[in-house]
């Protein structure tokens, strides 16, 4: 897509997206809403480094919960706001991902992605025996403070709606930045072939490292806000490896690499989550049974995504126009 | 003090038999195919329950059913392989790591709303006995396990070592453009790497069941410990798997002990984080492609 069409799809699109909550009000639709956008928000943080750099983490879910757990104890323990934790939990997890990328970018292709499984899952075997730091298994509940947009808790789901959609943007803003920035040439490079990449100057593992923290930071504000949503944290919520397996699917649903792909697979699959949860009710299995089933049938008919197939047909349509 | 460091290792080793079938198989795809298969752990998951519904419904030894589920899922494997994998073949590595994930995904919760989250037992008459000497204790359940395999990794050992099918497959493993060009069709290779592979994973699942619960995330478990094996024992090297996959069961099982993790997953998960963090140049070899 040209620039120009881009920056007035993204403007049309948050007017759209900005007056929504005065026309949606019951509390479900707005629900749906806050995971389509947070979804979004953390798919795009994912796609910065599986999308451009394809180095797929399976991992992501070791800096929802650090981002999670960092504000909270900030907040619980200091009475810090959670606007600030957030920012600190940001920073903890982009720390965190220097050893942890340290670790995982020894390994390439589908090596890569089962060393990221394992750190998350280490990082939640951790905070489950944390007792005295940090409430151990059994987690802890967000003290309720009724409407305190200072402490990032509000009454109704509107102003969550607004801080989302606030993250997604900024999200999608750093995408777009870095998109026509040098280092984005330098992710498309090294995603396409790593070997290349170096061949030519490229000093790859400081790329990754430094997408891998921006990352990181994104993915760790994301899990604060989830926690200060549902007021409550613990290790198997935070740290949960369906939220990982959800940062991959919506980018590679949507269509990885494209700066719009996360968006328009969250809005897919958290709109069937919604309709199945609404009408079968929350059967164990059925959410990922058809998750697995719409990843299955993207991986073999559109590789590209959703987003990416709507780009070819609309560049095969151009083709067919005759030159002006 | 030696005793309980000597009945540690013994229980390691019973289970990293266990472990081996996991790891050959996975070690096996990926020589020959090239590709990981996540989906490795779900077809010990669905052993299980086939041997739990033949002992529970039709009173057949659960270490017998072996002659149902190691053929059952060789045909499984064979379809994947031609329904499935074959179509991401030759592509990035995005098809190939997410459709064997999406196919684990799918098995585990389709599982989950068919057998709920309940743990299956079978109780047969050596689930409780024991062989005792020198003050050590072997379950007889385990050392049938172990035993058989043991004798099911000579079998695939000997296959790949003397028939012309097994040295096809070596060939197709070591070098695919030269085999193709010797007359080797990779298609039915791949198709019996993979089938061979999951009626390992079969067996695993029948071999557990005396002793070992059955439930739809039990696949878990194997999976990732094979990876570590995997990737320890070099990628693609059958007898380095099988190695590699005792010392691990021997490894979590002094984890147990010592450590006191709740689960042997921590010390696996360790064990690989560790590998990677000690050993990058011996994996890193065996990993870049």
């Excluded at chain 1, 025996?129 to 409407?147: Q, S, V, Y």
């Excluded at chain 1, 593992?205 to 806000?225: C, H």
Aim: hydrophobic content about 60%; overall charge positive; glycine content about 10%.
């Amino acid at each position: 897509m040209a620039i120009p069409v881009r920056l007035g799809v993204a403007a049309a699109g948050t007017i759209v997206a900005a007056v929504l909550p005065l026309v949606v009000k019951s509390p479900f639709a707005l629900d749906v809403l806050i995971r389509i956008l947070l979804f979004a928000f953390i798919g795009t943080a994912w796609n910065l480094l599986g999308g451009y750099a394809k180095q797929f983490s399976l991992g992501h879910a070791a800096f929802f919960g650090l981002g999670a757990y960092t504000s909270t104890l900030l907040q619980i323990d200091l009475n810090v706001s959670p606007w600030i934790g957030m920012l600190a939990g940001g920073v903890v997890a982009a720390i965190a991902s220097l050893p942890i990328g340290w670790l995982c970018f020894r390994l390439r292709g589908p090596y890569f992605t089962i060393a990221t499984i394992a750190t998350a899952q280490v990082l939640m075997l951790v905070f489950l025996k944390l007792r005295d730091f940090a409430w151990g298994a059994e987690g802890t509940t967000i003290p309720n403070l009724g409407n305190a947009p200072l402490m990032m808790q509000f009454e109704g789901k509107a102003a969550y709606y607004y801080v989302t959609l606030g993250l997604l943007v900024v999200a999608l803003g750093i995408t777009a930045w870095i998109e026509r920035s040098r280092i984005g040439y330098y992710l498309v490079a090294l995603g396409e072939e790593q070997d290349a990449a170096e061949a030519i100057g490229i000093n790859v593992p400081q790329v990754k490292r430094r997408i891998f923290m921006i990352s990181a930071f994104l993915t760790a504000m994301a899990g604060t806000f989830y926690v200060q949503y549902i007021y409550f944290i613990d290790p198997q919520t935070v740290f949960n490896f369906s939220v990982s397996i959800e940062a991959a699917l919506v980018s590679i649903v949507g269509g990885v690499g494209l700066l719009f792909g996360p968006l328009v697979g969250a809005v897919l699959l958290e709109t069937t989550s919604a309709l199945l949860q609404s009408q079968l009710g929350s059967i164990a299995g059925v959410q990922l049974t058809v998750y697995s089933l719409i990843l299955m049938a993207v991986i073999l008919w559109r590789p590209t995504g959703i987003l990416g197939y709507v780009g070819e047909l609309v560049a095969r349509r151009r083709a067919k126009r005759p030159e002006r | 003090m030696v005793e309980i460091v000597a009945q540690a290792v013994i229980n390691g080793l019973l289970i990293g038999g266990i472990y081996a079938l996991v790891s050959i198989g996975v070690t096996l795809i990926f020589g020959v195919v090239k590709i990981v298969n996540f989906a490795q752990g779900e077809f010990v998951m669905l052993g299980m329950y086939l041997s739990y519904f033949l002992a529970t419904r039709l009173g057949v030894d659960p270490i017998v059913s072996l002659v149902v589920t190691m053929p059952v899922l060789f045909v499984a494997g064979v379809l994947i392989q031609h329904f499935l994998i074959r179509r991401v073949l030759g592509q990035n590595d995005l098809p190939q790591i997410f459709l064997t994930f999406a196919l684990s995904l799918l098995i585990v919760n389709v599982s989950l709303m068919a057998f709920t989250a309940n743990y299956r037992t079978v109780h047969t008459a050596y689930s409780d006995e024991a062989l005792h000497f020198a003050g050590l204790y072997v379950p007889v359940a385990k050392l049938i396990a172990f035993a058989v395999a043991m004798a099911l990794s000579g079998v695939l050992w000997a296959f790949l070592q003397a028939t012309d099918l097994g040295k096809a497959m070596r060939a197709a493993s070591q070098n695919r453009e030269v085999a193709q060009l010797m007359g080797i069709n990779p298609n039915r290779v791949f198709a019996v790497a993979l089938g061979i592979a999951l009626a390992l994973a079969g067996a695993a699942g029948s071999l557990l069941m005396p002793f070992y619960s059955a439930y739809p995330m039990v696949g878990q478990v194997f999976v990732l410990m094979a990876f570590v094996a995997v990737v320890l024992g070099t990628l693609g090297n059958v007898v380095g798997a099988l190695i590699a996959s005792l010392l691990m069961g021997v490894a979590e099982s002094l984890g147990i002990q010592f450590i006191g993790a709740d689960s042997g997953l921590i010390v696996v998960f360790m064990l690989l984080l560790a590998t990677l963090a000690l050993r990058p140049r011996g994996l890193a070899a065996g990993v870049q492609r």
